[in-house]
């Protein structure tokens, strides 16, 4: 195993808001527009923390006309929402 990977997989997943962006993106797609209204936040910090979850592969984008919604893709990511979510 490469702990140092897994150790950044993990820090990308470890921030409250990335968690919560990741499990609704568990349930249905959105653009940035919808995060933004969701998380009532800031455009610039909705970008900044799906850039790392894209980076990390833990979402795709998918273009849809000019709109571009993400999703997520990364099994071991789902599997620790699902695992958080029966605490």
């Not at 936040?41 to 998918?62: A, C, D, K, W, Y």
Request: hydrophobic share 40%; charged share 25%; proline share 3%.
């Amino acid at each position: 195993m490469d702990y140092s990977k897994e150790s950044d997989f993990l820090k990308a997943l470890g921030h409250p808001v990335r968690l919560k962006m990741v499990d609704g993106l568990m349930r249905d797609r959105c653009n940035v527009n919808a995060i933004v209204s969701k998380l009532n936040l800031p455009q610039s910090t909705v970008s900044q923390h799906l850039s790392i979850l894209r980076i990390h592969g833990i979402i795709v984008p998918e273009k849809e006309g000019v709109k571009t919604c993400y999703r997520v893709v990364n099994d071991k990511a789902k599997k620790i929402i699902s695992i958080l979510k029966q605490q």
